[in-house]
């Protein structure tokens, strides 16, 4: 089977990311299969690379992924280790791979990974994917809303708070370890 294992991305689980791909590639490939690792954002090659037998050299051309750091990615030197320096999310040629692929791994984690971008723009070229379907992705991404879907489907959940960024408040542990608004 022909796997493209997507990786990577603008987010600040970026590196957790890589390292997940990292690890279901090689376990995708010792099944047999002919796996592409890619970084979404970085893509592969130029726009308009003869990419015929990619899947067939993949071990050979496959975007090297090695000395992850552990830290957090500091994402504006990342925007700027892109060669075409365009802002999409998507770099070269990733959605031509992924529509060559028989199926593709979302290795993605944080923001635009698992919040049902992906999934949606998947869904409009015809990509098929792992995990969940958009909707779905898109709702549990949202905290709030997937807490209150819960609640009201007496699903047990841990107590929590919800805050909106624009009131901006400030949270300050206290010596019981409970939490004060001021």
Same mark, same amino acid.
């Given at each position: 089977? *022909?796997? %493209?294992?997507?990786?990577?991305?603008?987010?600040?689980?970026?590196?957790?990311?890589?390292?997940?791909?990292?690890?279901?590639? !090689?376990? &995708?490939?010792?099944?047999?299969?002919? %796996? &592409?690792?890619? @970084?979404?954002? =970085?893509? /592969?090659? *130029?726009?308009?690379? $003869?990419?015929?037998?990619?899947?067939?050299? !993949?071990?050979?051309?496959?975007?090297?992924?090695?000395?992850?750091?552990?830290? #957090?990615? @500091?994402?504006?030197? %990342?925007?700027? =280790?892109?060669?075409?320096?365009?802002?999409?999310?998507?770099?070269?040629?990733?959605?031509?791979?992924?529509? =060559?692929?028989?199926? %593709?791994?979302? !290795?993605?984690?944080?923001?635009?990974?698992? $919040?049902?971008?992906?999934?949606?723009?998947?869904?409009?070229?015809?990509?098929?994917?792992?995990?969940?379907?958009? &909707?779905?992705? #898109?709702? #549990?991404? +949202?905290?709030?809303?997937?807490?209150?879907?819960?609640?009201?489907? $007496?699903?047990?959940?841990?107590?929590?708070?919800?805050?909106? +960024?624009?009131?901006?408040?400030?949270?300050?542990?206290?010596?019981?370890?409970? /939490?004060?608004?001021?």
């Amino acid at each position: 089977m *022909k796997i %493209v294992v997507l990786a990577g991305g603008l987010s600040t689980e970026r590196n957790v990311s890589l390292s997940t791909g990292c690890m279901v590639s !090689a376990a &995708l490939r010792r099944k047999g299969h002919q %796996v &592409l690792l890619l @970084d979404v954002y =970085m893509g /592969y090659g *130029k726009a308009g690379d $003869d990419l015929t037998d990619i899947f067939q050299t !993949a071990s050979e051309t496959e975007v090297s992924i090695s000395g992850i750091p552990e830290t #957090a990615p @500091d994402l504006a030197k %990342v925007k700027a =280790m892109r060669e075409d320096r365009s802002d999409c999310f998507f770099g070269p040629n990733i959605i031509e791979l992924c529509r =060559m692929a028989d199926i %593709v791994f979302l !290795a993605l984690h944080g923001e635009n990974g698992e $919040d049902g971008r992906i999934q949606a723009t998947f869904d409009l070229f015809g990509i098929r994917y792992t995990g969940s379907s958009y &909707l779905s992705s #898109a709702i #549990a991404m +949202n905290k709030r809303l997937s807490k209150r879907f819960f609640a009201e489907h $007496d699903i047990p959940t841990p107590k929590g708070i919800s805050m909106k +960024n624009r009131n901006a408040l400030r949270i300050f542990p206290t010596r019981d370890y409970r /939490y004060r608004v001021s």
